[in-house]
């Protein structure tokens, strides 16, 4: 039996190749579909359509499945550091100790910003939205550092890439969100770890261990997630060979949208809004429900999971575990929990598969360790950039890779003549 699959169209039959994965998923390669039969395909949100053959993560969203160059996201989360799963992403494999005191090591030698770029971060207003102030910092960052212009210096730009990129995003972060309290910077001490470092960049004091490595968890589940919104729009930048700034920082635009990272920061509005309004959740369930309402569960449904994201029990264990340390009782965390219930029992909800996210607990966190609601999103991003430039270094390592350029299906005027301005 053929492992080609047969379209058949207007009495004519077209053979496609099967592609299968490691994992036995198969993909019908429709590359060569136009060409033999003049038929395209169309898929509404690429519901339904693989952009490329990655070996980075794999996630089976009907099992709620995660896994990063194989190991399962629960092992990293409880067994490994983010230095050491940003290695495993952007390398293929876990580091000896050397190789990984090594990449500790690159990552601290860029414990600081070029003046230039400090100057620029001076000029933002102390109110603008830190997603905005990193991704055009990120993009300022080539106007630096010039020799990352060169397409074809990848093999020298992928060395530093990472190690560059994760230093200073932290330290752009950290001192902007300083300048917005109105206090000076404080300088980069990777000696603390990285976690700890942002942690003391942030707020300057003694930082506790249990909530250092808490953060350090949360950046792990955010790593990498896949062909997700962000991650193909590095991609597809990265594609016209344009610089790595260039695509990170298309990443971070990418990853601002509430449907996607900045979902993270609606939840917390959304909490605090139904706070103010009483705390009556059920109503905001039925808001929800309301085709004729816009409203939506901010941080419940996911494109890919359908039964349960695996991020989510992670998170959720260690939003509790945060909560108790640093004592705080926060009513926003009881809202949530009722509003989950409720929503996991509602027909609505349980019909459509729609489960809490990544982000529904994240940003209780967040706010515990006192970072600002219209941060969260960009604390997502330091998580990510180890997931950018893995999928970023795949595709500029892949021989056969293409610049994205999807086709569409014309529905405008046919032709038509130009009338003069008179005859209108
Ligand atoms: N609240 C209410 N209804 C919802 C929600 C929600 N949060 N999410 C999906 N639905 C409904 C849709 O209205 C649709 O209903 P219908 O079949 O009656 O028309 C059905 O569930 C399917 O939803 P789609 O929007 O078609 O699913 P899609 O895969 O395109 O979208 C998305 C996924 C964007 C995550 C969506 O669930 C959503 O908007 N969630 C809220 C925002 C959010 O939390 N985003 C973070 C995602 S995780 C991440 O990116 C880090």
């Known amino acids: 039996m053929s492992d080609n699959a047969k379209l058949e169209f207007k009495g004519e039959v077209y053979e496609l190749p099967v592609i299968t994965g490691s994992e ?3 993909a019908i390669d429709i590359t060569k579909l136009r060409a033999t039969s003049g038929l395209i395909t169309i898929d509404n949100g690429f519901m ?4 490329c053959l990655s ?4 996630l089976n969203g009907e099992k709620g499945i995660l896994r990063y160059r194989g190991y399962p996201i629960e092992q990293l989360a409880d067994k490994s550091d983010f230095v050491e799963v940003s290695y495993l992403l952007y390398n293929g494999e876990l580091p000896t100790k050397a190789q990984s005191d090594a990449f500790y090591a690159d990552i601290s030698k860029f414990a600081s910003l070029p003046d230039g770029v400090k100057n620029i971060l001076n000029q933002f207003p102390a109110d603008a939205h830190p997603m905005g102030v990193v991704s055009s910092t990120v993009s300022a960052l080539s106007c630096f550092y010039p020799e990352f212009l060169n397409p074809e210096a990848t093999d020298e730009i992928k060395e530093k890439a990472i190690t560059q990129l994760m230093a200073q995003v932290k330290i752009i972060m950290a001192n902007f969100y300083r300048k917005t309290i109105g206090k000076d910077p404080v300088d980069s001490n990777p000696a603390l770890g990285y976690s700890k470092d942002f942690l003391n960049m ?6 506790d261990d249990e909530v250092a490595s808490a953060l350090d968890t949360l950046l792990i589940l955010h790593a990498d997630h896949e062909q997700n919104c962000s991650a193909s729009t590095v991609r597809v930048v990265g594609s016209s060979q344009a610089n790595i700034f260039a695509s990170v920082s298309s990443g971070v635009d990418a990853l601002w949208g509430q449907l996607h990272g900045g979902a993270n920061q609606a939840v917390l509005e959304m909490l605090e809004e139904i706070k103010n309004d009483g705390g009556d959740y059920e109503k905001f369930i039925a808001k929800a429900k309301d085709k004729n309402d ?3 569960l901010m941080g419940f449904g996911h494109r890919v999971y359908k039964n349960f994201d695996p991020r989510a029990k992670i998170i959720k264990v260690a939003c509790d575990t945060i909560l108790e340390k640093l004592d705080v009782q926060d009513p926003l965390l009881e809202i949530a929990k009722g509003l989950e219930q409720a929503a996991l029992k509602d027909e609505y909800f349980v019909q459509r598969n729609l489960y809490p996210n990544v982000d529904f607990y994240s940003g209780i966190i967040y706010k515990a360790l006192g970072i600002p609601t ?5 604390m997502f991003v330091l998580g990510r950039l180890p997931g950018w430039l893995s999928q970023w270094k795949e595709l500029r ?8 350029r999807p086709r569409q299906v014309y529905v405008g005027e046919t032709e038509r003549n130009y009338k003069d301005i008179s005859e209108r």
């Open 48 to 51: 339904n359509t693989g952009s």
């Open 397 to 404: 390592e892949d021989k056969v890779a293409k610049i994205a």
């Open 294 to 296: 816009p409203f939506k």
């Open 374 to 378: 219209n941060m969260f999103t960009a």
């Open 55 to 58: 070996s980075v993560t794999f």
């Open 24 to 26: 036995k998923e198969s």
């Open 202 to 207: 942030m707020f300057d004091g003694e930082i």
